[in-house]
């Protein structure tokens, strides 16, 4: 969707699709694994791709573009590339909640610091790798999401209160680190991104 309106591309392809092509991985990919999180244990227990692994691709990426275009011309496609990031739901509802393995460790603001440390090292990481604009959305509601009104929400299907606490309080730590991140990351501009300011945004332009 954001490639489409930046005019880019109508589709952002998987970095993984067998039928990518050289002149694709100059316009953007994605990394992104459904269900992967900021915890490590996250990715383990939906059997998917972790963040980890998913920078290790994002190397493998960079040494294809210069392959193709030159060491000069990489870091100004890296330096001048968008980067979303987008996790965390999984960890909340599934990881804590669902399957409940780090509340034996973690209560939720020790999970939630857990969490928001992650996803600043995993920024610090594509940092270093040589990108520059870099936004990170931030947790929804998950309580409010149909599955988890029906797992935790009671015979009301209430929205758990839990859940959505959690989902602040992350989100609340992920916005100082990141705006400290950004003071101290020369010629970057990392953001964190109000998923919920961004959905009204999207539907009043839908409307108008």
Known sequence: MIAEELGIKDLLPAYLDPNLKPSDLL?????????????????????VISLSDQVEM???YIGKVKEIVGEERTKFIL??????????????????FLARVRQLQYDIPAYTDLMANSATDFVKE?????????????APPIGCVP???TLA???????????????????SKLSKN?????????????IYIDGLKLQTKVAVAQEN
């Open 27 to 47: 316009t953007g990919v994605s990394f992104a694994s459904g269900a992967s999180g900021y915890d490590p244990l996250t990715p383990k227990i939906a059997s």
């Open 58 to 60: 994002f190397k493998e």
């Open 79 to 96: 330096s001048n590339s968008l980067i979303i990031v987008v996790a965390g739901s999984d960890d909340i509802a599934n990881t804590y």
């Open 126 to 138: 594509l940092y270093e790798l040589g990108a520059r604009r870099i936004g990170v959305l931030s």
């Open 147 to 149: 599955s988890q009104r």
């Open 153 to 171: 929400g009671g015979i009301l299907r209430e929205c758990p209160e839990g859940h959505n606490e959690a989902a602040k309080l992350f989100n």
């Open 178 to 190: 990141l705006n400290s991140l950004n003071q101290n990351s020369p010629n970057s501009r990392i």
